[in-house]
């Protein structure tokens, strides 16, 4: 059981940045979405593959299709550099957490 | 305001054992399972261990299975992790995390500062 994440993604300010996740379980399971910044611990950004926590810009947003879950960043700026987690979880059977591997997202 | 603190980090030589806390504060505790993850320098996120809010269901990574124990205080709105037999690859950052699910676990929607462990002789 797997999450996949592509190791890096670049876009310019302004630009859409889509960072993609995969995994066999994503369709039975929510997906969470973290933003990790040098130095601080991880933030939620996204959960239960579409919802934003308050507090969270509206650029930031999720979707979900099948074995694939998506956080979308619309008009990117730069202080949304960082390290881009997705994780889901499992309490059916066996008790898991997943994360992905992470994307480092570079604003040009 | 809802609120995660870690302790209990340090150094510790190999073999040795270190038992890290988490205090919780701002939310009803006893209602949410909590987690631990870990983040070895320069790496990703790992998920180490998690636990119910009855205590009923725990689970652990493969990694820390028999030599790390989670457990909680809903009393004291307090979770641990026992540390157990420490090698040098458990090095990280340990954070404590509360579950946004009320049973079925989903994510975290709140964590700490974290706790720097180094298992070095």
């Given at each position: 059981y797997e999450l996949t994440q592509p190791p890096s993604v670049s876009v310019s300010p302004g630009q859409t940045a889509r960072i993609t996740c995969s995994g066999d379980a994503l369709p039975k399971q929510y997906a969470y979405w973290y933003q990790q910044k040098p130095g601080q611990a991880p933030v939620v950004v996204i959960y239960k593959d579409t919802e934003r926590p308050s507090g969270i810009p509206e650029r930031f947003s999720g979707s979900s299709s099948?074995?694939?879950?998506?956080?979308?960043?619309?008009?990117?700026?730069?202080?949304?550099?960082?390290?881009?987690?997705?994780?889901?979880?499992?309490?059916?059977?066996?008790?898991?957490?997943?994360?992905?591997?992470?994307?480092?997202?570079?604003?040009? | 305001e809802v609120q995660l603190v870690e302790s209990g980090g340090g150094l510790v030589q190999p073999g040795r054992s270190l038992r890290l806390s988490c205090a919780a504060s701002g939310f009803s505790f006893g209602d949410f399972a909590m987690h631990w993850v870990r983040q070895a320098p320069g790496k990703g996120l790992q998920w180490v261990s998690g636990i119910s809010w009855s205590s009923g269901s725990i689970g652990y990574a493969d990694s820390v299975k028999g030599r790390f124990t989670i457990s909680r205080d809903n009393a004291k709105?307090?979770?641990?992790?026992?540390?157990?037999?420490?090698?040098?690859?458990?090095?990280?950052?340990?954070?404590?995390?509360?579950?946004?699910?009320?049973?079925?676990?989903?994510?975290?929607?709140?964590?700490?500062?974290?706790?720097?462990?180094?298992?070095?002789?």
């Open positions: 099948g074995t694939t879950v998506t956080l979308t960043i619309s008009g990117v700026q730069a202080e949304d550099e960082a390290d881009y987690y997705c994780q889901s979880a499992d309490s059916s059977g066996t008790y898991r957490v997943i994360f992905g591997g992470g994307t480092k997202l570079t604003v040009l | 709105n307090s979770l641990f992790l026992q540390m157990n037999s420490l090698r040098p690859e458990d090095s990280a950052v340990y954070y404590c995390g509360k579950d946004q699910g009320f049973g079925e676990w989903r994510g975290m929607d709140v964590w700490g500062q974290g706790t720097t462990v180094i298992v070095s002789s």
